[in-house]
């Protein structure tokens, strides 16, 4: 499983496969990942002794230019996201075992990038609409339909974060030409309804995060006093304000699971504080590790979350939360000072980055390896093809882990995937 955030124009080696690089987005989709886990210089960095065998790593390759990054990767293994062509241009891809990267193409513009990826196979991202700049519009890929245009609101712009098996797509859209992303609203698309504005609570803007098989959408709206207050929606209910943790009002959705939990975070007194909702028990606190951050970036299907925390000596940590357990598990480091977990698997094996021994930080150029965690083996190194950086996005629960790795001495970086898994 694995969430995304929009980054404004950045080359492909800035950041992680988390987010569209290289595309433009005007849209900040929460504070989840501004993890620069590609970036310059670093010292070598050294494997973890729990892990003296790495699993296998394969370079995903590109669409013929420099770079690629992921994004998203589904239960099968196909692995969404974007990558450089022999022009210079970023293209949305998908890859899979049997096809390789296949160019999805663009709706007419230069570039699209790959968000999200259905259990059936159908992705979804964003693409401008002409050459060199251009309106951004959602679209809809299969392999029998192509590319579709989805729209957007009012002649806006459209950011498509997730979709659902039956092939139901969510996001958020401008209202009109040139209007600003605080008035965005969230939408919902169907191949045979076509996009709908499911409008706000009161205030001026709405984003969804997230959609269940059944069609119940999630995100944020603000409301007539500001405040931004978590959501659920279908059509016969229309937009239904879940409210916010008690004693807070300004929330963000980071990610849902099928089932419609959902995690985030809130502010309060100037700290991140991290919550679960549920449909069965509401609110929770996902408590933190000391520290005044906590971030929950991804939610399996049973309703255990992974992200960071602030620790505190002030670093910050992965860590596992399980709604049965106590509060968040410290889930350590490489033997560096940091690590975030970026995903969660349906078994519970957590991926994300972390500093090898000797490193502190994830500022520029800081080496920090991706890592797998599991609770019989606890946190490998899973290393990087060439240099000091990469970092794991995205883990299904055949224990196919998904993410991105400089592959050579100019510090390029490709997609790739990590085989964990005993069937591999």
């Keep these: 499983m694995r969430r995304s955030s929009a980054h404004t124009a950045t080359s492909l080696t800035k950041h992680a496969g988390t987010a569209g690089p290289g595309v433009r987005s005007r849209q900040a989709w929460g504070a989840a990942v501004a993890v620069a886990l590609l970036a310059s210089a670093a010292p070598t960095a050294h494997a973890s002794p729990a892990a003296p065998t790495r699993p296998r790593v394969v370079d995903l390759g590109t669409l ?18 974007g990558s450089n062509t022999t022009n210079g241009t970023q293209h949305a891809f998908s890859w899979t075992r049997g096809t390789g990267m296949v160019d999805l193409g663009t709706l007419g513009g230069d570039t699209s990038y790959a968000t999200a990826v259905s259990s059936t196979g159908q992705v979804t991202g964003y693409s401008n609409l002409f050459p060199g700049g251009g309106r951004l519009h959602g679209f ?34 401008t209202t009109c030409p040139g209007c600003d992303t605080g008035t965005s609203h969230a939408f919902s698309w169907t191949a045979a309804g076509g996009m709908v504005d499911l409008g706000t609570l009161g205030g001026p ?37 879940l409210g916010a943790p008690p004693g807070k009002e300004d929330l963000q959705p980071l990610a849902a699971n099928v089932s419609g939990d959902v995690v985030g975070f809130a502010t309060r007194g100037g700290s991140a504080v991290g919550f679960a909702w549920s449909p069965r028990s509401g609110f929770a606190d996902l408590g933190d590790l000391g520290g005044t951050v906590m971030l929950p970036l991804d939610v399996n299907e049973v309703g ?59 500022s520029h ?28 996005v995205a883990v299904n629960a055949a224990g196919q882990v998904a993410g991105n790795s400089m592959v050579n001495e100019r510090r390029e970086t490709h997609a790739v995937v990590w085989y964990t898994g005993p069937d591999f």
Excluded: C
């Design 365 to 392: 150029g800081a080496a920090r390896h991706a890592f797998s965690w599991t609770k019989a083996a606890g946190m490998t190194d899973l290393g990087v093809v060439s240099g000091t950086i990469s970092g794991a």
């Design 205 to 241: 803007f709405s984003s969804a995060r997230s959609v269940t098989p059944g069609g119940r959408v999630f995100g944020s709206s603000s409301t007539a006093t500001g405040a931004l207050h978590l959501f659920s929606w279908t059509p016969t209910t229309g937009m239904v304000d």
């Design 64 to 81: 013929g230019g420099s770079e690629s990054g992921v994004s998203a990767q589904n239960e099968r293994g196909q692995v969404v996201g």
């Design 304 to 362: 255990q979350a992974t992200g960071y925390s602030g620790a505190p000596d002030g670093s910050e940590h992965a860590f596992l939360w399980d709604p049965r357990g106590e509060g968040p598990k410290d889930l350590g480091t490489l033997g560096g000072g940091y690590s975030w977990g970026s995903a969660i698997s349906n078994t519970g094996q957590v991926v994300g980055v972390s500093n090898p021994p000797g490193v502190v930080g994830f």
């Design 140 to 173: 809809s890929w299969t392999p029998t339909g192509g590319m579709v245009d989805i729209g957007a609101l009012g002649g806006g712009e459209s950011q498509p974060q997730a979709v659902s098996p039956s092939g139901q797509i969510v996001g958020s859209s």
